[in-house]
Nanobody, 120 residues
């Protein structure tokens, strides 16, 4: 079993910054890619950013230049630094990880989500 726990969400004014963290714990042998998704009210969950175990990153156009994804492999943690936030960034942000468990099983895991609200 693997658990992902996000933290760092909250309420911020437009133009402000937040840093999200996601800690993976449990029966982890290794973690392949990790990522952040978001889901706004009435919309589907969408990819925001992804990072491979080697540190290669991919961000969607809507957040390029404003958001940065990084990870600390020793701590099994992925971060999302969000700058110049806009009201349209308001959503629940979910952490995702592709985990190789100690059993050898490969599982996609999700966190419970953290709310980010950007006021205008």
């Amino acid at each position: 079993q693997v658990q992902l726990v996000e933290s760092g969400g909250g309420l911020v004014q437009a133009g402000g910054s937040l840093r999200l963290s996601c800690l993976a714990s449990g029966s982890i042998y290794s973690i392949n890619h990790m990522g952040w998704y978001r889901q706004a009210p009435g919309k589907q969950r969408e990819l925001v950013a992804r990072i491979t175990s080697g540190g290669n990153t991919n961000l969607v156009d809507a957040v390029k230049g404003r958001f940065t994804i990084s990870r600390d492999n020793a701590k099994n943690t992925v971060y999302l630094q969000m700058n110049s936030l806009k009201p349209e960034d308001t959503a629940i942000y979910y952490c995702n990880a592709n985990v190789v468990e100690t059993s050898g099983r490969i599982m996609g895991s999700w966190g419970q989500g953290t709310q980010v609200t950007v006021s205008s």
